[in-house]
C-alpha cells in the first residue's frame, strides 16, 4: 500500500546489448553530432586489441577523438581537472568513455566541468549541475559499478582523501553498449570485486526506503543472476554466456539503485575507500557482514527473501544465522579471492573511527538506508571491521 502513495520517478540511458555492440560506437557520436570526441579511458584497456574496432567505427563515421588515459583507481579531482582542460582546449563536443567504474566517473566528471565550468569539488552532493553534459557514450570493460546507467559519480578529493558522490539527473549517460568482448580481458580478481559491487547494488537498492514496483524488479532479478554467475573462477573467464550474465546483473543492479538509491554498505565503505584508498569491491566486502546484521530488523521480509535466493535453507529462520548464512554465501562467491576484509590490515587504528563515522554519517547513501544510524551506532559498526 506504502508503494502505491508514494512518488517514484525513473531515469534509464538508452542501452544496446550484445557481443561487438562496441562497433556503434561511432554510429553514436554521429547521431549526437560529435565531431570529435575525447575518448576518456585507462592505459590498460587501451593496449587491448578489441580497441580496434572502436576506433575503426569513429573513424569510419568521420569522428575526430582525442584519447584522454591519465586517470587513476578511485578516480582524483585532478584527474577530472585534467581531462576538463584537454576536452576544451580541443574543442571537443562529447566523451567516448571506455574502462571501468573509475573511467567511467571519471568521464562523468569531465563532462560536468566541461559544460558548467569551475571545479569538479563544486558539484559535490545531490542535484547541483546545472547544465547538461555533452553526449557521453560509455563502454563498460567491468561488470559492477554501473556507472554507464546510473546518475551517480564517485570523485576521489586528494587532499581530503574522501570519496565524494555527485548525483544528479544530468550524470545519466546518453547510450551504453554492454559488450561482452571488453569483459573477457579482466583478471578474475577484477571480475570478482565488480561482480560483488553489483551484488552489494542489488542487495541496497532492494532494502531502499527509496525502492518502488520497478526498482524491486530489478533488484531482484539481479541478485538472481548474481548468484547464478558466481563463483567466478579462471575456466570461466572466456565465456560469453557468464560475461553477458554479469553484464545483465549488474545493469539491472544500476538501474535499481540510480533510481532507488544505496544504503549503509555504500556509506561506509565510500568513507573508508577514500581514507585508506581500498578499491571499491573490497571496501564493499570489508563492511558488508555488519551492515546487514545493522540493517536486518528493519527489512526482515526483504532480506529473508535475499537470503533464499543466495541459496541460504528455508530451514534457518533465526535470524542471525539468516545473516550469518547469507554473508558466508558471498563470501563463497569470491572464490578463489581471498583480499583480507579487516580493516586493520589495512592500516586502520581505532583512532581514525571518530574519521569515518563523520564521513559516512555525511555520505548521501545513509538517506535511503532502511535504518538511519546515528554516531554511536556507526561507531561500534566501524569498530567492529578493525
Ligand atoms: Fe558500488
Same mark, same amino acid.
Given at each position: ?23 556503434? *560506437? +561511432?554510429?553514436?557520436?554521429? =547521431?549526437?553530432?560529435?565531431?570529435? %570526441? ?8 587501451? /593496449? ?11 573513424? !569510419?563515421?568521420?569522428?575526430? @577523438? ?20 584537454? #576536452? ?26 566541461? *559544460? =558548467? ?5 563544486? @558539484? ?6 546545472? =547544465? ?23 570523485? /576521489? ?35 570478482? =570485486? ?47 554466456? #557468464? /560475461? ?56 526482515? /521480509?526483504? @532480506? ?7 541459496? %541460504? ?20 562467491? &569470491? +572464490? ?22 563523520? &564521513?559516512? *554519517? ?20 566501524? !569498530?567492529?571491521?578493525?
Amino acid at each position: 500500500m506504502e508503494m502505491v502513495r508514494e512518488h517514484r520517478k525513473f531515469v534509464v540511458p538508452e542501452i544496446i546489448t550484445g557481443e561487438n555492440a562496441r562497433i556503434y *560506437a +561511432g554510429k553514436y557520436a554521429s =547521431n549526437f553530432h560529435s565531431d570529435t %570526441v575525447l575518448i576518456a579511458t585507462d592505459t590498460n584497456a587501451f /593496449r587491448q586489441k578489441w580497441i580496434l574496432e572502436i576506433l575503426l567505427s569513429l573513424d !569510419e563515421a568521420g569522428t575526430e @577523438y582525442i584519447i584522454f588515459s591519465d586517470i587513476e583507481p578511485n578516480p582524483r579531482d585532478y584527474n577530472v581537472m585534467a581531462g576538463a582542460e584537454a #576536452y576544451l582546449s580541443e574543442e571537443c563536443t562529447g566523451i567516448l568513455a571506455i574502462g571501468g567504474g573509475s573511467v567511467l566517473d571519471c568521464a562523468k566528471g569531465i563532462g560536468i566541468v566541461a *559544460a =558548467n565550468g569551475g571545479n569538479i569539488l563544486d @558539484y559535490i552532493g545531490v542535484d547541483l549541475v546545472k =547544465n547538461p553534459m555533452p553526449p557521453l557514450i560509455c563502454v563498460p570493460t567491468t561488470a559492477g559499478s554501473a556507472a554507464d546507467v546510473s546518475q551517480y559519480a564517485v570523485i /576521489r578529493n586528494a587532499a581530503k582523501k574522501t570519496k565524494n558522490l555527485i548525483i544528479s539527473k544530468s550524470l545519466v549517460p546518453d547510450v551504453t553498449l554492454l559488450d561482452t568482448v571488453p569483459l573477457m580481458t579482466q583478471p578474475v580478481d577484477v571480475t570478482v =570485486n565488480s561482480g560483488i559491487d553489483a551484488l552489494t547494488h542489488g542487495i541496497e537498492a532492494y532494502v531502499s526506503n527509496g525502492a518502488s514496483h520497478f526498482s524491486d524488479l530489478l533488484a531482484l532479478e539481479s541478485i538472481k543472476l548474481s548468484a547464478g554467475f558466481f563463483p567466478f573462477s579462471v575456466d570461466k573467464a572466456d565465456d560469453p554466456d #557468464y /560475461r553477458f550474465q554479469s553484464l545483465m546483473a549488474s545493469m539491472y543492479a544500476g538501474i535499481a539503485f540510480s533510481n532507488a538509491g544505496l544504503g549503509l554498505i555504500h556509506a561506509m565503505s565510500h568513507a573508508i575507500g577514500g581514507l585508506y584508498d581500498l578499491p571499491h569491491g573490497i571496501a564493499s566486502s570489508i563492511v558488508m557482514r555488519s551492515a546487514i546484521q545493522y540493517n536486518y530488523s528493519s527489512s526482515i /521480509r526483504k @532480506y529473508q527473501k535475499i537470503a533464499r535466493i543466495l541459496g %541460504v535453507s528455508p530451514d534457518i529462520t533465526d535470524d542471525k544465522k539468516v545473516v550469518k548464512g547469507m554473508f558466508e554465501k558471498i563470501m563463497g562467491m &569470491r +572464490g578463489s579471492i581471498d583480499n583480507p576484509l579487516s580493516l586493520s590490515v589495512y592500516g586502520a587504528s581505532k583512532d581514525d573511527i571518530p574519521d569515518l563515522v563523520a &564521513r559516512s *554519517a555525511g555520505d548521501p547513501c545513509i538517506a535511503t538506508n532502511p535504518r538511519i544510524p546515528g554516531q554511536k551506532d556507526l561507531s561500534n559498526l566501524f !569498530e567492529s571491521l578493525l
